[in-house]
């Protein structure tokens, strides 16, 4: 009996996509990275939840916050979450200049909301001089909004190196790949600020 193997492949045979299976991959390995991340926040909350009331004669909670700075932080950061995501939708229409003109302004949003939050650091640590030795309560909440101000920040020079790679190279299976990747970070970020903000400040003023 003879086999015959064909050359070509049969028409109704579907044929994998090389750049669908990047896609998937790439996106499926950042996700195991936000569950990471995910457990490492998990970590934090856990240890101001059990510490926020250590503060051994130093200042409680409602000494420290200014709930309207507090939200005008979380203003901008939500928009500049949504910013991110009008250059998302920007980019699945193939317009390069409207995706780098919204993540422009989801920069700008971003670096507003690091300032303000050195800003309330200064005047925490350095103005009223309660820094993160003074007390377990003050070293799990710089450690906790540190922590995720540290990864904003990242995330900034992210999204300048997003920006850069769309203006050179254009809207591209590679960097649509990338920007959606960043998305993907950026909104976890925001996500985890709204805890922080509902659980260290707004309850924590009350």
């Not at 769309?166 to 805890?195: E, M, N, P, Q, Y």
Request: proline content about 3%; some cysteine.
């Amino acid at each position: 009996m003879t086999i015959h193997f064909h050359k070509e492949p049969h028409p109704n045979m579907s044929i994998p996509d090389p750049h669908q299976d990047a896609f998937s991959r790439v996106t499926l390995g950042f996700w195991c990275y936000l569950m990471t991340d995910c457990l490492i926040f998990g970590t934090l909350f856990a240890t101001y939840a059990v510490l926020h009331n250590s503060t051994f004669g130093g200042p409680a909670t409602q000494d420290l916050y200014e709930l309207p700075f507090a939200f005008m932080e979380t203003m901008a950061l939500l928009f500049s979450s949504i910013t991110s995501g009008f250059g998302l939708l920007a980019a699945l229409k193939n317009n390069k200049n409207k995706t780098v003109f919204w993540l422009i302004f989801a920069f700008l949003f971003g670096a507003s909301f690091i300032a303000m939050e050195l800003s309330e650091f200064h005047k925490i640590g350095f103005v009223e001089g309660h820094d993160w030795t003074k007390s377990a309560f003050l070293s799990s909440f710089f450690t906790l909004v540190g922590t995720h101000g540290l990864h904003v920040s990242i995330g900034l020079f992210w999204m300048l190196n997003m920006m850069a790679q769309i203006f050179k190279l254009g809207i591209t299976i590679d960097t649509f790949r990338r920007l959606v990747v960043f998305s993907l970070f950026w909104h976890f970020l925001d996500l985890v600020w709204i805890f922080i903000f509902t659980f260290v400040y707004l309850i924590g003023s009350l």
